[in-house]
DNA sequence: TTGTACGCGTTATCAT
DNA sequence: ATGATAACGCGTACAA
């Protein structure tokens, strides 16, 4: 019931190979009977079968998305919806289909990735969760599947194509804008440590803070889940310490909302009494009270790019830079001031 | 170079045809030579082509999913990964993969579910963005092809198979819950009047007002863009109004939050000075300053109940119950009190 | 219970 | 420039 190339074939006089050469735009085809078989398949409503196209082609015009697991909190992070945004984008550039997967588990999502992989169900992959010790790294690895990463990689940086920001750099700066504020007595509250953006900030705070010759002190430094509770105990302590920081360098804006209703709770005020950068500038960020200054770290051209650079490692089977360096930027708001002597 | 069904067969001693029953759970086939396929299949390390399969079949195990025109800053509501992870529970607990679709434009969203359908991507589509005039619902209706819709149709509500929350009642409860607050100066803030929620919840506020005998005000009712500033200019004026509104009902959390802001701009305390109740109850919520008391719609169960819906279309072809009703629930926070005499 | 043979709708390789 | 024809990998009716 479903018409096929055959019946546009028919109906245009020509053979099917010739409708599959004027769907393929096949430069040896006169320009007549490329006309009449595209009013052909007008005429008829022709749709190709992907599935059939792909089994002959040997390649889907797809790209897979692995999900962090769907249990993580991080999942209610506006970022992904945002990256989803820009891989969209880059994939329909290119006339580029998503499939998607998640799972609960490590497990499940490895078991979906081996199953849209072998299945021949895509032609690559993005991946939006960077983790310790990746099985489904390992995987495609193994199999040379072309797949790109957002974020970095825990290891094989040189080896594996990913698209990241510049997040040592990134944090570096605005712990020294806050520095320049006249700032010294600065904390840092980020994620796990297994995250290696965790990492990456952690360390530029800790570059910026020497180079600046200020001493730097454990207590001023904390890592918890980047939502929910476990921040707000920490960032009580923080506060109740004997020399208090006068500013907060904060590795998610969802994280820093949090903060600032525990420092309202103890009637601590920003930016008057403490200053706070925070990051990723999604839509809350120019919401929260006060609006946090926070470094635009462009998650959309995260996605973006990964699905340019996916596409063409697929296309050109030549990879393409291994390293995509995505620019941030400082946005100031109202939440940082100088400090009180 | 790829491993196939006869390899499988070769190694196992037995007919291609055999394999391919072993894999579908074909009852009558002997334990023996089951366990024997299923060894051969091991050791090779087999995985179907699901290209292949789907060919064969006219079926693939997949739904498709209509996001949102990207464009939208809705889409940058925490609602979506949320419902995206329901869906993706329901589809994995069948086994069903997902294709997601998104677009700029109408135009874009609508050409790229038509290439899906025809292409025989996809089994059945579930649609997050229920618009008025939506003319991806024309297409699958007119086609007779499987499909959801997450919220209510602004049209044809008897025939559409869709998953919703009652929300004239959702709205209506927040409202007396108000009213039981001894509150009677209530404003209503919501979004477009395009949204058929919307308009659902306007009409259960109006309704419990009624029923209260409290007289209707237009200048309580006002519609902005779920989010962003055109909200602000008109909380304003609501707020310098000659009777300002003792309370607030308002129909997102993000937009809620913005809200939140406003007053604190004007000097204006929640809930000392009005009371808000807000609605989806998302992560956000229990973040703000003060924490929301909100409507939880159940979000998750919005995105799983759709896709056991639609896999039940699709598998035995017999209609599932037109209209799913998802349960709400008030949860309390610290946004309201009684009103100040 | 198992094997044979054909069809699913395209693309791709040869011819012409 | 176009037409036959053989894959692509699997499901299934029919036969055995």
Partial sequence: M????KDVAKLANVAPSTVSRVIANN??????????VKKAMEQ????????????ASQSTQTIGLVMPSSGDVVFQNPFFPTVLQGISEGAHEKQYAMHITTGKTDKE????????????SVDGVILLNSKVEDQVISYLKGREFPFVLIGKPYKDVEEITHVDNDNFRAMKEA????IQHGHSQIAFIGGSLELTVTVERLLGFERALRNAKIPLKNEYIIHEEFLREGGQEAVRELMSL????????????????GVLNMLDELGIKVPEDISIVSFNNVLLAEMS????????????????????SLIQMIENSKEPTKRIIIAHKLVERLSCAEPIK
Avoid: C, W
Avoid at 2 to 5: A, G, S
Avoid at 44 to 55: E, M, S, T, W
Avoid at 289 to 308: C, E, H, M, R, W
């Fill in 27 to 36: 430069p040896r085809i006169s320009k007549a009977t490329a006309q009449k």
């Fill in 175 to 178: 712990t020294e804008y806050l």
């Fill in 242 to 257: 004997e020399e208090r920081p006068t500013a907060l360098v904060v590795a998610d804006d969802f994280m820093a909302l």
């Fill in 2 to 5: 479903t018409i096929t190339i």
């Fill in 109 to 120: 999502i490895l078991d979906a990735v081996t199953r849209m992989v072998q299945g021949k």
């Fill in 44 to 55: 008829l409503g022709y749709h190709p079968n992907l599935n059939a196209r792909n089994l």
């Fill in 289 to 308: 009270k006060p609006p946090l200054t926070s470094v635009d770290i462009n998650i959309f051209d995260l996605g973006y790019q990964a699905s340019k």
